[in-house]
């Protein structure tokens, strides 16, 4: 097999992504297999609630009602085979709204459905047996709205060793999709550790669509035409080793950075980056930019996995509603400010005079003055601010009272205030994640196709530590190169010396940064200590810091731990997921040799 390409095309980052995906791909004659990634802990807490309100929910509607009305008779004349996570925590009924919609095109594709991860049946007993978040410390609640284990790729490769067209899962890793193919087209088996970590970098660089071929990329100037961007093709060999493409007269860019970006995006370690067939180590990774159109990457290591799946989990925690007012004019953040505050000051007194209860959370935020910046904000001097109020009780009455008494500001308070149209707020529930570790031993999984159950056999106990050997430090210049006797240090925005991506895992803010130039990454080390980024985020962070060094593409990784409200649906933050703070961290002043700053500028 050593000749042998195997061609995936990315769909899909996220459920809602764009309808343009799944057909430019499959209109490139460049793939065999078309894979798509809807699922993450905010969209599950969503398919959690839609499937309480209505049983035979559940699933990405998008992926059957959009992405396969456009592809399925495409797909089936080219014999791309499709694998997607569209199942969500109803993958049969996915299956079968996807079987209907086959049928009314004439057409009898083979779907298999991957069923195992739903682990909901055995949370009273982890609850006896005092399992608790593996975050928080919090023990299980008594009642949960769904509780998923983050299965692997062996399933989704014996569905497709067994013929199936399409592979539809529920909860499994992200890059599961993308290593499942891989999995069934070399053969690799549960020891090829380093092939399963090549394969699952392969899909953890497309798993989230357009991420791999421009977008978010820091130097968003350089990416041509957002409106018809490409989406991510990867061409991989039997040695886990693959090229980064799109398919051809597409917009986006191709470029070693942004896949950089995109590998460093929510890995956390690095050197332990714990997926459910594999440890894997990305810090040896090399990304060469082959042509203009072209990326290399290669050289991920892999170890044994854990003896344990992550699982996601999501409960009912009460209720809540943001109400949300913009005020023009002089002082509008002051003005902004004391809205809000007024706003909470009168709704609390009501629930006084009730009976109700106060608030459980309350958060009041403000937008255009940039208070994400925190303490380093340049202006509070905007004219025009909006006020963002999101409340949380455990009463839906009580937000139904918050919700009427928003509207009221127009005519009350501040001069300048105005509303977006679009009628009065809701309350919506409260959804609740959290996530624990589960024994692989008591996750049956199973694979059904055309009527028949195949039994997955429960993957081989591993060693309960999966880390690798510990990180080297970098490579350090001479204090002569960064603080030079004698010459003056000026101040330039980190900017202009790396680039950076970044993203989250529950409460935890992932900041991946990468040196514009190899020789810069011991200056980057130098100024980018972990005490130095808590301080530039104290307004956020209220966890350690910790940092890691990836050899192979002269970066590194930053985690700040409990910087996200709770992170995902449990904070009321306007960037639960910390999109934005890759872009703070990179207007932050960085001291730099004059000689280099001048350097820099040429």
Known sequence: MADKIVKIGGASGFWGDSMVGAPQLVASGMIDYLVFDYLAETTMAILAAARAKTPEMGYATDFVDTAMRQVLPETMRRGIKVIANAGGINPQGCADALQTL??????SPR????????????????????????????????????????????PVARALAAGADIVITGRGVDSAVTLGALIHEFGWTPEDHDRLAGGSLAGHIIECGCQATGGLFTDWQRV?????????????????????TKPAGTGGLIDRACVIEQMLYEIGDPGAYL????????????????SSERVRVRGAQGRAPTATYKVSATQLD?????????IVGIDAHAKARRTGEAIIARTRGIFQQIGLPDYTSVQIELFGCESLYGANARTQAAREVMVRVVVDHADRKALEIFAREISPAGTSWSPGTTMPAGGRSSPSPLIKPMSFLLDKARVPVRVRLDGTTIEIDAPAAAGADARGEPQAA???????WIDPVGEPQVEIPLVRLAWARS?????????????RRPEWLSLLWARLTTETVRAYFAHMVQGPVERFYL????????????????????SARFDPLGKGNAQILLDMPIRVPASLATQISQ
């Open 551 to 570: 050899p192979g593409t002269a970066s590194l990784n930053l985690l700040m731990h409990d910087a996200l409200s709770g992170g995902g649906p449990a």
């Open 111 to 154: 779907i298999a459905v991957v069923e195992g991860d739903d682990v909901s049946g055995l949370m009273a007993t982890l609850r006896e047996e005092g399992i608790r978040d593996m975050f928080t410390g919090e023990a299980l609640p008594p009642r949960v709205l769904s509780a998923n284990a983050y299965l692997g790729a062996f």
């Open 318 to 326: 009460g209720y809540r509603c943001a109400g949300t007012t913009a």
């Open 474 to 480: 970098p490579p350090v210049s001479p204090a002569s």
């Open 102 to 107: 086959a049928a009314s095109m004439n057409l």
């Open 275 to 290: 997926l459910p067939d594999v440890s894997c180590d990305f810090r040896s990774v090399t990304v060469e930019q082959v």
């Open 224 to 244: 041509p035409d957002w409106a018809r961007i490409g989406y991510p093709i990867i061409a991989c060999a039997d040695d886990g080793s693959f090229e980064l």
């Open 503 to 515: 993203g989250d895992k529950g409460n935890i803010s992932n900041i991946g940064v990468i040196a």
